[in-house]
C-alpha cells in the first residue's frame, strides 16, 4: 500500500462507528466514517432514543390516568398521535443536529454512501448521486450494524407482521397487539402500547420475560405486567402466524389461537454483514457475526468490527465501548479489555429492569460461594411516594465482592450507576454499606440491601 489517504476508515455511522471516529480524531488520527443513512445509527433513529421518547409519553398517559391517586383530579382525553411524535422526532433531531456538529468539529470526512470492503484497507462506496468513490486506510472499522431479526417461520409484511422499526413508524396505537419476543425490545413496546390503551399480549417461547435476567426481577416484571393488564403466554413458541385483511391470527405449539391487529415480531437482531465484502478480503464469520479477538481485531491484522456486528452485547453502550477501545489500541495506548459480564442493562418497561454483574444463577454456575439479598422496595419511603413496588437484589461472593446487582421499579435505571460501580471495582458488602444514601431517594435501597448483606439491616428485618 502507498500512504493511506486515512489512518482510519469507520463503515458505518452508529454507536460503534462514531464512537471509534470521534475518539480517534480526538487522538490525532485522519479519520472518514461511511454512513449511508443518517449519522448516529439505529440507536438514535430507530432504537434507544425514540423508544424512550415513545415511553415518555406512555409514561404522562399513566401519570394522568392515575393522578388521582395522588390527589390530582385530571382526564385522560386521548393519545394525540401526532403530538407523540412530534415529541419524539424533536428529541431525535435536536441529538442529530448535535452529534452532526461534534463529528464535523473533529475534522471527521462523513462520505455519504454505501460502502463495502474491497481490500484489506480499503472501502469503496457508492455515493448517493452515482459516482464511486475509493477511500484507503491503514485501518478499517466494521460497524454496519444489525438489523432486526426476522424467522421462526413468520413473513413480516411491514403491515400486520412488523418489526420495531415499523412499530415506531405507527401513526396510531393498535387496538390490539400480540408481541412476539418478551425481551427488551418487546416488554418496552409492550409498555408504551398498553399505556396507549393496546390490548398487549406478550410470547415469549422461555419460561419467563427477559430471560437474561435474574429470575426475581423477570418475575417482579410479570407480576407487574399482570397488574397493568398486559396478557404473557410464557413457555409457548408460535407455530404460525397468519395475515388477514382485518388483522392477524397467531397459533401458538399448545394449540392456542390468538389474535389482534398486529403482530410485533421482536426476537433479536441479526448482524448487518451482508453484501459488504467480507469474504472478499478473508474476514470470518460465526453465524453472521464477524469473528473478534477480545480487542476487536478480526481475523485480518487491518480490519476491526465493533458493536452490533460482532457476538457481544447488543447494546449503543457495548458500542461505544468496542469503539472506543479499537481506536485506543490503533492510537498505541494499551486499553483495558471490556469485561462484557460488567456491562449495565436496562429495560425501559414499566416497571424498569435494571442490572449489572452476575444474577444468583449465574454466580452459582461460575463456581461462587452466593449470598443474596433481596430488598423489597415497599420499604423505601421514596417509592411509596411515587407509587412504585419492586426491588434491590445485591448478589455476592461469601466474604467476597458483590458479583451482581438487579433493580425493578420506576426509575431504577437512574440507580444503576451506583450498582456498576460496586461491581466493578469490586466493592464488598461492608464497604458500601458505610456510605451514607440520601434520604427519601430511591438510592438508600441500594444502601439498605448492602447493610443487610453486611449484616446491620436498617429498614429490612435480620
Ligand atoms: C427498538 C430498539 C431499542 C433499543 N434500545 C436500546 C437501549 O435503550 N439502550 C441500548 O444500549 N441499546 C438499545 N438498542 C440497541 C442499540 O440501538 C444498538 O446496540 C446500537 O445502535 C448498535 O450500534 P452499531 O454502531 O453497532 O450499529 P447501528 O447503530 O445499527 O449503526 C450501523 C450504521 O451503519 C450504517 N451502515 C450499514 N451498512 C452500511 C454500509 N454498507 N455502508 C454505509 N453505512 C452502512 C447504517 O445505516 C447505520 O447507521 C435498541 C435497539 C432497538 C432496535
Redesign the pocket.
Known amino acids: 500500500m502507498g500512504n493511506p489517504q486515512y489512518d482510519l476508515v469507520v463503515?458505518?455511522?452508529?454507536?460503534?462507528?462514531?464512537a471509534a471516529a470521534l475518539r480517534a480524531a480526538e487522538l490525532g488520527s485522519r479519520v472518514a466514517l461511511?454512513?449511508?443513512?443518517?449519522?448516529?445509527?439505529?440507536?438514535?433513529?430507530?432504537?434507544?432514543i425514540?423508544?424512550?421518547a415513545l415511553l415518555r409519553s406512555a409514561e404522562v398517559a399513566e401519570t394522568v390516568r392515575h393522578s388521582a391517586k395522588f390527589g390530582v383530579t385530571s382526564t385522560l382525553d386521548a393519545i394525540d398521535f401526532a403530538g407523540v411524535d412530534k415529541h419524539k422526532q424533536s428529541v431525535v433531531n435536536g441529538l442529530f443536529r448535535g452529534l452532526s456538529g461534534l463529528v464535523a468539529s473533529r475534522g471527521i470526512h462523513v462520505v455519504a454512501?454505501?460502502?463495502?470492503l474491497t481490500s484489506p484497507t480499503q472501502v469503496t462506496?457508492t455515493t448517493a448521486d452515482g459516482p464511486e468513490a475509493v477511500l484507503t486506510g491503514a485501518a478499517v472499522i466494521i460497524?454496519?450494524?444489525?438489523v432486526?431479526k426476522t424467522g421462526a417461520g413468520i413473513d413480516v409484511d411491514h403491515e400486520r407482521i412488523i418489526d420495531?422499526?415499523d412499530a415506531?413508524g405507527f401513526d396510531h396505537a393498535p387496538a390490539s397487539a400480540i408481541i412476539l419476543g418478551g425481551g427488551?425490545?418487546g416488554c418496552?413496546?409492550a409498555t408504551a402500547w398498553n399505556a396507549f390503551g393496546t390490548k398487549v399480549t406478550i410470547v415469549e417461547a422461555m419460561p419467563n420475560l427477559l430471560p437474561l435476567e435474574d429470575t426475581a426481577s423477570s418475575r417482579a416484571l410479570e407480576k407487574a405486567f399482570k397488574k397493568e393488564g398486559i396478557s404473557t403466554a410464557l413457555g409457548a413458541a408460535v407455530q404460525h402466524a397468519t395475515a388477514r385483511d382485518n388483522g392477524v391470527e397467531v397459533t401458538l405449539d399448545d394449540g392456542r389461537v390468538l389474535t389482534a391487529e398486529v403482530l410485533l415480531v421482536a426476537i433479536g437482531?441479526a448482524p448487518?454483514t451482508d453484501?459488504?465484502g467480507l469474504e472478499s478480503v478473508g474476514v470470518t464469520t460465526t453465524r453472521g457475526y464477524i469473528d473478534v479477538d477480545p480487542r476487536c481485531r478480526t481475523a485480518v491484522p487491518t480490519i476491526y468490527a465493533?458493536?452490533?456486528?460482532i457476538p457481544t452485547l447488543?447494546?449503543?453502550?457495548?458500542?461505544f465501548a468496542e469503539?472506543i477501545l479499537v481506536a485506543e489500541t490503533l492510537a498505541g495506548l494499551q486499553p483495558d479489555e471490556i469485561d462484557y459480564a460488567r456491562i449495565p442493562r436496562?429495560t425501559?418497561s414499566h416497571p424498569e429492569v435494571a442490572s449489572v454483574g452476575l444474577s444468583t444463577e449465574g454466580a452459582i454456575a461460575a463456581g461462587h460461594e452466593v449470598m443474596d439479598v433481596t430488598y423489597d422496595l415497599a420499604g423505601n419511603g421514596k417509592a411509596r411516594i411515587l407509587g412504585t413496588s419492586g426491588l434491590v437484589k445485591v448478589v455476592a461472593a461469601k466474604d467476597g465482592p458483590v458479583l451482581g446487582v438487579h433493580m425493578v421499579g420506576e426509575r431504577v435505571g437512574e440507580l444503576l450507576a451506583e450498582a456498576q460501580l460496586v461491581v466493578n471495582w469490586d466493592a464488598r458488602p461492608d464497604e458500601v454499606a458505610q456510605h451514607i444514601h440520601p434520604h427519601p431517594t430511591l438510592s438508600e435501597a441500594i444502601g439498605e440491601a448492602h447493610l443487610a448483606l453486611a449484616g446491620k439491616p436498617l429498614h429490612a428485618h435480620a
Do not use: M, W
Not at 314 to 319: I, M, T
Open positions: 463503515l458505518g455511522g452508529g454507536s460503534g462507528g462514531y461511511v454512513e449511508k443513512d443518517k449519522l448516529g445509527g439505529t440507536c438514535l433513529h430507530r432504537g434507544c425514540p423508544t424512550k454512501g454505501t460502502g463495502r462506496v460497524a454496519t450494524g444489525s432486526p420495531s422499526n415506531l427488551a425490545i418496552e413496546f437482531r448487518a453484501g459488504i465493533v458493536g452490533d456486528v447488543q447494546l449503543a453502550h457495548a458500542g469503539g436496562i425501559y
